[in-house]
């Protein structure tokens, strides 16, 4: 099913324009690029804010402003990625490493998801949490490993 599918997206005149274009490629996969810089770039240092550095800093003031540029740099990296996998789906569908990718793509996603559910029973709208509980380092280390995981993945998967 997965096959047929990459073979059928491979085929199209987008992913055929994207192949045969000197300039829209590079474009592309320098917007995945930003994409990633802007999720990762915003993502750790609330992590890191969740491990204890910056207590001083409160924690709803950094998501108010990190939050919209992480999400930012997710609705920028997905579309470019499947531009990008677009290109070759079926050697890119074929790699095992791929399908890795995306389970921690998921993962990272569901991470950040439960982590926001979890803050807003733990941080109020004008209370702010002075430490970090186990749950919430947890949470910050799992995030940047797992993004550092789908970073390393993908650079990987570019180079075999």
């Not at 790699?95 to 950040?112: D, E, S, T």
């Not at 949470?139 to 550092?148: D, K, P």
Request: proline content about 4%; aromatic content about 8%; some cysteine.
């Amino acid at each position: 099913m997965l096959t047929a599918f990459a073979a059928a997206l491979q085929d199209t005149d987008l992913a055929t324009a994207l192949r045969q274009s000197f300039w829209v490629y590079p474009l592309v996969n320098a917007g995945h690029i930003v994409g990633l810089a802007l999720l990762f770039g915003a993502i750790v240092p609330l992590d890191l804010r969740l491990l204890g550095v910056w207590r001083q800093v409160p924690l709803a003031a950094m998501s108010r402003i990190l939050l919209p540029v992480a999400i930012a740099g997710l609705l920028l990296a997905v579309p470019t990625g499947a531009l990008l996998f677009s290109v070759r789906a079926t050697e890119y569908a074929a790699m095992p490493l791929f399908g890795v990718k995306f389970a921690l793509i998921a993962c990272a996603i569901a991470n950040a998801l439960l982590l926001r559910l979890s803050l807003a029973w733990t941080v109020h709208e004008h209370s702010e949490l002075a430490g970090t509980t186990p749950r919430l380092q947890l949470a910050g280390a799992l995030s940047i490993g797992l993004w550092l995981a789908v970073i390393t993945a993908g650079r990987m998967i570019g180079y075999l």
